[in-house]
Nanobody
């Protein structure tokens, strides 16, 4: 069993920055790829970024490229999502998820999910 706990969400003005954290426990950090997804009110959950097992390859949605950075700290079993130049349309609940299949941008491929952290970007 894998547990994921997100933190770091909050209220920020447009143009600001936030760093989200996802602490992974229950299995070795190198066993799973970790993805970040988000779900805005009234919209479907969408892929944001992913990092391969143990902090390898990194992938980003087009909306995140150039503004968001995903990284991992093996010693802390934590994956981070650094978000900058935030826009009101980035407002959403952000979820991290673990996948044995690798850093795949597919909701159905995720084996475990966290409960999410809310990010609100004001204009």
């Amino acid at each position: 069993q894998v547990q994921l706990v997100e933190s770091g969400g909050g209220l920020v003005q447009a143009g600001g920055s936030l760093r989200l954290s996802c602490v992974v426990s229950g299995r070795t950090f190198s066993t799973y790829a970790i993805d970040w997804f988000r779900q805005a009110p009234g919209k479907e959950r969408e892929f944001v970024a992913a990092i391969g097992r143990g902090g390898g390859s990194k992938y980003y949605a087009e909306s995140a490229k150039g503004r968001f950075t995903i990284s991992g700290d093996n010693a802390k079993n934590t994956v981070y999502l650094e978000m900058s130049s935030l826009k009101p349309e980035d407002t959403a609940v952000y979820y991290c998820a673990a996948s044995r299949a690798g850093p795949i941008a597919q909701i159905a491929a995720m084996d475990y999910w966290g409960k999410g952290t809310l990010v609100t970007v004001s204009s």
